[in-house]
């Protein structure tokens, strides 16, 4: 029997994880008894108990979740695997073990490259030891390993990739120095021109699972002409559908020379994220059982690799979106309803925050900081705006919805800010939680500019609006409202003006406006995804 205290610290779920498990009938309701030391002190302390297979059962749902299942699909499948096991059980080992492996193997011969794709249920991480991979963790990689967003841009490395692959001192500040192909190239790195194109042919391989042909060829184009003959052999996912397919681990046999110039065979193993491609080198004669098993607790990894990410220089835009009069709306609803609401609210935004990569910030009360950082296929600068025009109608729908329900008169809108510029960016984090921060003026501004919009409008700044090409600002309707007693209001479009010029600064409600006085700002209107020709 294993304790829930062990369960919680060795497969790194969370207790309302756990107990989410027990409820959907994943694992057994644990058995309640007081600990041996308990015992022997006289103390009557309890604890819940649960079977010695329940790590193995948390990592088999890790691993279906990351083929996509939803939990209800998981304790379905676990389900009619335990009402099978009698007849599973007739099955000897070595014969499971040789039908897992022949599922699993898939090897290819690319560019001079062994890819193998290797799912969850592989044999190799069917038979490995679950309490050696459940000691692995980030910082107990000895191998080096290092993660590169889909600009491949360094993100997070580990000392051994420090000193054996990239072989600097400390990584450059800015996002764009950050670049793979840049970093290979250093003269003080040392790397022989066959070691820098066998990497570089590498990281093509891994990308092209996720990124487009043609966004790939300018990251490339920008760093080195040279390497776009790489592109002959490289086969490139055809649809999204295929990209987000990308969820098992991929094995590459590399040779390169060691840090003596000793050439040398590696397995490289890289796993794929939302946030970026998490790359290990082994040596090939290594059993990679333990690291396979703990790149299959995808949740845990990534929360890891997040929690270390590099603070870095780079370029963003920012939206800020608040509930208005949140205060009123908190006060006219009962507390569960209230809550019901605003949980409906994230719920609704999360997959329209995905759908333009955005990353979540810090939540302020009942308003919500997104951040919208380059992409290779794709302006940041119009996702922010996309995003936001998105959600404008998105929370149309939800007060419909609750003003039906409720046969209110009450308007539930999101006033929100959009700006742009380059700051650092890092995180902060505690034992269950990381949290993306971004430190400078263009938080604060977005913000102030959230403060300033009323009724469910979207403004932004003319810096952020000027930076989009000429055929995102065709797609985009904009401007201000200008209000004269003489001539009547009108919406005077592609235009800006400083918030000044639209409200009365010295009365006290705007007090806190003051600061972003001279910023030039245009209403978002309407926004089109297709283009105008």
């Known amino acids: 029997m294993i304790s829930s205290k062990e369960v919680l610290e060795l497969s790194g779920i969370s207790r309302a994880t756990l107990n989410n498990y027990i409820q959907l009938g994943i694992l057994p309701k644990p058995v309640f008894q007081s600990p041996a030391d308990d015992l022997a002190q006289g103390a009557a302390r309890l604890l819940g108990f649960f079977p010695d297979d329940t790590l193995d059962t948390i990592q088999t749902v890790q691993a279906l979740k990351s083929q996509g299942l939803n939990m209800a699909s998981i304790a379905e499948r676990l389900a009619q695997t335990n009402d099978l096991l009698g007849a599973v059980s007739q099955t000897s080992e070595p014969e499971m073990a040789d039908v897992s492996l022949a599922q699993a193997k898939h090897n290819s011969r690319r560019a001079g490259v062994n890819v193998e794709k290797r799912g969850s249920h592989s044999a190799s991480f069917q038979n490995a030891k679950p309490n050696s991979a459940m000691a692995l963790s980030l910082e107990g990689l000895t191998q080096p390993a290092y993660m590169l967003n889909y600009n491949l841009e360094l993100t997070w490395l580990n000392e051994s990739a420090r000193k054996e692959i990239f072989r600097f001192s400390a990584p450059p500040a800015q996002s764009a120095e950050r670049n793979l192909f840049d970093l290979l190239s250093r003269p003080e790195a040392r790397i022989g021109l066959l070691d820098q194109k066998a990497l570089a042919n590498l990281h093509i391989q891994l990308a092209s699972a996720r990124v487009g042909r043609e966004a790939l060829s300018k990251l490339v184009l920008a760093a080195d002409p040279d390497l776009l003959g790489l592109f002959e052999n490289v086969q490139f996912a055809h649809s999204d559908g295929e990209k987000g397919q990308q969820q098992s681990v991929t094995e590459i046999d590399l040779f390169r020379t060691d840090v003596n110039g000793v050439p040398t065979r590696y397995r490289v193993y890289a796993v794929y994220f939302r946030e970026g491609i998490l790359v290990i080198h082994t040596l090939a004669e290594d059993r990679g059982d333990d690291l396979l098993s703990f790149l299959g607790r995808r949740d845990q990894v990534i929360q890891n690799l997040l929690s270390k990410r590099l603070p870095v220089m780079t370029p963003l835009a920012v939206l800020v979106a608040d509930l208005q009069n949140s205060v009123r709306i908190c006060s006219e609803l009962p507390p569960d309803e209230y809550f019901e609401l605003i949980n409906q609210i994230w719920a609704t935004m999360g997959p329209i925050l995905r759908k333009y990569t955005g990353t979540h910030g810090k939540h302020a009360g009942d308003g919500v900081v997104y951040y919208f950082f380059p992409q290779p296929e794709s302006n940041y600068l119009f996702n922010a705006v996309a995003c936001a025009d998105e959600l404008r109608a998105a929370m149309r729908k939800i007060s419909a919805d609750w003003q039906y329900r409720k046969n209110w008169l009450t308007e539930l809108q999101l006033n929100i800010g959009l700006h742009e510029g380059q700051e650092w960016l890092g995180s902060f984090q505690s034992a269950n939680h990381v949290e993306f921060v971004v430190l400078g003026d263009t938080i604060n501004r977005a913000s102030r500019l959230s403060d300033f919009a009323r009724h469910g409008t979207i403004w932004a700044t003319k810096n952020l609006i000027s930076r989009l090409t000429t055929d995102e600002r065709s797609r985009i309707e904009f401007g201000v409202m200008r209000y004269s007693q003489e001539n009547g209001d009108r919406f005077v479009a592609s235009s800006y ?37």
């Open 497 to 533: 003006s400083q918030i000044d010029s639209l409200v009365p600064l010295e009365q006290d409600k705007f007090e806190k406006l003051r600061d972003i006085a001279q910023l030039a700002v245009t209403e978002i209107r309407r926004v089109s995804l297709t283009r105008n020709y």
